[in-house]
């Protein structure tokens, strides 16, 4: 009876103070609204998987354009495997603050779609979201898929492809996960306050760690760096692919974005999808006209990587802040990437497509940002430092952790089957070496672009 | 105010007994958001032309691609004509048994979205969703594409343009169709109970049977079999079209299965979009290992061909099924697509891209799954033998069906304007054959691919 | 209570009359599936930049791919600033019958999702949608930025990347929110009954006039017409492309059209999205037949184009016609494309990817198309020549005010900063003269292309 009394009171306010949004409806309806948002806003994350395979295969030379593809096709499959099986427990399951304890095979008990209070069973960290326990994994799942892919970026063009499936398989299983746990699943990050709304950190910056552990222990592309110093421009095979894939990824990020509110909150998912938006709009302008100044030309590479650094920055903070702190976040990280692109190749980290500039430098940015941002509580608008100090632990502790268990990952994985090709398959291409085939059979392709890398 | 009481009842119901679903919500909000639901998933199923688009381009050869191109562009507009003429009737109109007789160019009385008892028109096959007449219409127009787009892909590099639009505006108005009434229309396999819930038997073997007779019709392309009894591989053009189609193929199957729901309904949505995604991994994983195991190298092709596999043989059961049924279903179907690409080939029966393989095979596994791996009545959950008898009769009569009536039509096609184009137009491609253009204007190809193929 | 009564009444009257659509919801239930429609459709249209890229680079030279992919990408960016801070408030702000005056950088009062007389705010224009201002403002950039990226094609592989980019700024800001205010802000247009529901004139041939200019003001492509009077056909270089971005636009339009209800009234979604697929699919059949006709065979860069032009012409009338109707439409258009590329062929106007043909001549056919076949009041349903004449009016205020203010913003460009490179850069590619870069880096193209075009 309460409920019908709050919704007729609700009625009046609206008519005496229009403008005021409002949230309650029907439970039954609600379940059904915020259901069909987290599922069309997963279908629109999962459609990330298409943009980071042509980004990465795009900025990358045609000899190892099957790898690529192939490596981006198949990490999804294994992230679903490994999430259903592991992950999503030690993610979400009730457990300690350190880790997730059951769940596994999303068994265990689970009364979902019900919420708060009426929650009973073993997600209990997902009681928040008043939607069916099979769309609440199906959301999460393509968030886990989205760090494996991060990964695959940075160590393109050398990565053996056994053990890019099977480190992909560890880190959804684990590493992600417990990340995750401590910010996302009830763990001791969220207990102080640490906020990533949609995972700056959680997945970007985490993506991020595990490719910087992979590239260092992986080292360089061959030819990359040059003995008497030079850095070797390696240049992209597939501009198109780049560019619909860098569009592909804006799509997506209106998903990843707005969705993770996951309900059908009408304010909140127009003030994400628009600050999601503007930031990436600032980013392209920014790297655009930073490379210009930088390089003398606009690179169409930091054209889409300034859009996807800005897209990343604003993906922690982006339900927090106003529009116009959305533009200024989407500038510095639109600048900020073109300096790291440049960073990372003076300190000789090859990382082939930028992967660690746009998803590690600015998903810590972007983590920061909410501390300085918030207009509840941000060093900008009146709030001190403590929230931003909060989020520096946030992203020290996550990073240390990942930075730390990538590396053991990657080190086995080096001492058992090895985790680099061969220097001829690397000259010859990956595409002959790891899967017998070419990804454009018929084109003439320059032969000296092989036979220079040596 | 019985409603009222109801919903007071249901609320007080969900406070009890939490985790209850509740699909009960005011008839009106109802029709909105079963509406917007069939809208979106037939906006991502229509996507789809794309994907098939690229998969097939992209696996078939560069002085082809145009053609393909052209076909799967061109092939869903002939179906929204023929399908809006004469499929919809056929398929959801009033008639019989074997046939709908009424509904021509979508006439007729309908007074939709009034469901059940209520209904009245001459569309009462679909009276069980409560959703606008044109939304039914747009949903299963887009699914009638799908059928004719699959043959395709088995008929390509070497079908006349005339001939394949010709057939498929048969197909679609009315082979298709009748598979479809006697499965989906209220026809004599719905009676008996035959389960498919969206379409492994009706769009997918419906296509695969469609292209087989095609295929045998047409014969091999020319250098394909050499006559010492080699079977000749013909590379792919272009795998970053294969696979970005691949993953656009996977983003559509959400709305394919999901939104044969016709109804925002969260937990049945929720559990057969995870479904379709966890056979889809499955059948990569598992078509990748065998591909590995038994060609030496994880071929890409395999690759994606092994996921649409899972994608098509989970499109019966995916709502009947549980999750761990549906790792196990893809499984076999990532297996199955292997071992289904190297007997075509043994037996001759030359499918570019292996859509046989892949909708043919894996649509009969899928319609059979159901009888199998159903959690109420199936073979393995203790339900004997009947439920996968009646799907061995759906699965055969409407292959039979299927076979039968597209034999005729190919060979009148074949008789009339003929259905092959000439052997110089083959090897020099159909592109400037067909269409008087090229597909890469400016790349230089490698001759010999031409020259070799006499 | 009073809503409490009428929603009882109502439910009352769908049990005794069944199929009677009713679209009164709880108000709160309306801001939310108002607002998912309107996001999920915004989406579909942003989408439609990766449509533009791929149709324009795909039916352009390998030499100028990198710079019209970096054109379509930055011009979203651009447009996002631009509508942000000034275009928005000049379109939808509170003013007079000529412009908007309020609401610059989204500021002033506004309490949407209060609708109608309880709306109090300085967008009282978008008052009859009821759903957040930041939605309306997305849903409304989306459209802006289609408009930018028409005159792309247009002005393509001779355009100086920074003279569009400003363009682009002046037009999104300024020319384009001004028609829009007449017709859709409240404006003069609006006021004597001016119909242009999704943007046939509003979008599509804003952006044909400016690009209009823009050719003229330009020039041709070095070596396009010969002094000899020949036309000199300068082939696509990527017909994959092309046809992909075909689909993604056709997909988008499921976004453009029934999105512009901006509520989620069933059965107007559902009609709209239907008309919108029947206008495409005759398009391209009648474009298909045409050429086939006219030039000997299907060329696909026409089926494409066909197919363009009939979702052009659908725009305006979508939600007013009937589907026979919208046949009909799709017919024309699809014959009107192909006669326009060769008349603007014939008459030297220089349009690369036939962007004219589409959106300028197809825009006001399909806007004059409201008058004719409406049902409401259509000169061929009985209405006489009222509508028509209206429309006519709209068409030409719309066009001229266009085309004057582009041509004088391009006439700026050219005084100061030039808008044309060089006849060396064009010869070579304004890849590496604006971008530094190749599109396709590895493969080997035909120089006798580049040499040819002298």
Sequence with gaps: MRRKLTTGLLFLLTMATPGVALAQVDPETKVIVDTLWVMVTAFLVFFMNAGFALVESGLCRAKNAVNILAK????????????????????????????????????????????????????????????????????????????????????????????????????VAVIYSLGGHWAWGGGWLAGMGFADFAGSTVVHSVGGWAALAGVIFLGARTGKYLPNGTVRPIPAHNMTSATLGGLILWLGW???????????????????????????????????????????????????????????????????????SSVIIGLVAGVLVVYAVLFFDKVKIDDPVGALSVHLVNGMFGTLAVGLFATDGGLFFGGGFGKTMTQAIGIVAVGAMTFSLSSIAWLLLKATIGIRVSKEEELEGLDTGEHGMEAYAGFVQAQEMRAEVI
């Excluded at 068994?107 to 929650?119: F, I, K, L, T, V």
């Excluded at 928040?128 to 393509?142: E, I």
Aim: net charge neutral; proline share 4%.
């Design 254 to 324: 209106f998903g990843f974005n707005p969705g993770s509110t996951m309900a059908a909150d009408p304010g909140a998912i127009a003030l994400i999808a628009l600050n999601t938006n503007m930031a990436a709009a600032a980013g392209c302008l920014a790297a655009t006209a930073t490379a210009w100044v930088m390089l003398g030309k606009p690179d169409l590479s930091m054209i889409i990587n300034g859009t996807l650094a800005g897209l990343v920055a604003i993906t922690a903070p982006c339900n927090a802040v106003t529009v116009g």
């Design 72 to 171: 981006n096709f198949i990490v999804f499959a294994a992230s679903s495997i490994a999430f259903w099986a592991v992950g999503f427990a030690l993610m979400f399951g009730n457990g300690n603050s350190i880790v997730g304890l059951s769940g596994w095979f999303l068994g265990g008990a689970d009364n979902s779609p019900a919420m708060a209070d009426a929650y009973q069973g073993v997600f209990a960290a997902l009681n928040w979201t008043g939607v069916p326990l099979y769309a609440k994994f199906f959301f999460q799942l393509v968030f886990a898929g989205t760090a494996a892919t991060i990964v695959s970026g940075a160590v393109a063009e050398r990565i053996k492809f056994s053990s890019f499936i099977l480190f992909s398989f560890i880190l």
